[in-house]
């Protein structure tokens, strides 16, 4: 290829960027193409209100707690189809699926106006049938409570989908104490979601991690 088209490949993602978009090549290791292989295989057969940027960003986290002991969790299944991708890629850990399989509940004062009670309704049922593993536990019912009697558990990765600020702030109370130190939260809809960002805004105060968002509408940290 000569240099000019290189040169004119080069401004693309430039372009991108003047309309607020990111476009980013994800091919270039062995790695990084068995996670989007993986992505787009379940893409292709179920429903992810993930995009690809933020599905690659969990699986690069769970990768990178390989090393740090306890299992997985996800607050926010929604059709199950990131619990898929996170069971694939870690099939030796336990992970812990916590929804109330009925939507969203009563949004608060403190949410965007986009969220909807009943919004993202998909049945313990239609989930189940769809992911299948021993390494999956269901609980359904509106969180905390359905955590009830699992306080001796420990975490190394924990996807957190609430959407609301309720739930993220019940989320992040949670499981911080029950994650081991070097493990990892990614949590959804930082950044597009008002009562998201009050939650962590109002938790991490005063806590020794900092917290930081990704490219894509996500934020992360890393338990001290």
Known sequence: MAITDWKVLRQIPVLFARRGLMLSKYWDSPRRRERLKLLLEIRSKRDMWLLPTEACQIMSAIDAVKNVPGDMAELGVATGASAKMISSRAPHRTLHLFDTFEGLPEPSVQDSNRFKKKQYSY?????????????????????????????????????????????????LEWFYPRMNPGAILICHDYDTSAGVNKAFEEFFAGKPEPYFDLVSSQCMFVKA
């Open 123 to 171: 049945s313990i049922e239609e989930v189940q049938s769809y992911l299948k593993g021993d390494n999956l536990r269901f609980y359904k019912g509106l969180f905390p409570g359905t955590a009830a009697g699992l306080s001796h558990l420990r975490f190394a990765f924990v996807h957190l989908d609430a959407d609301l600020y309720e739930g993220t702030l019940a989320g």
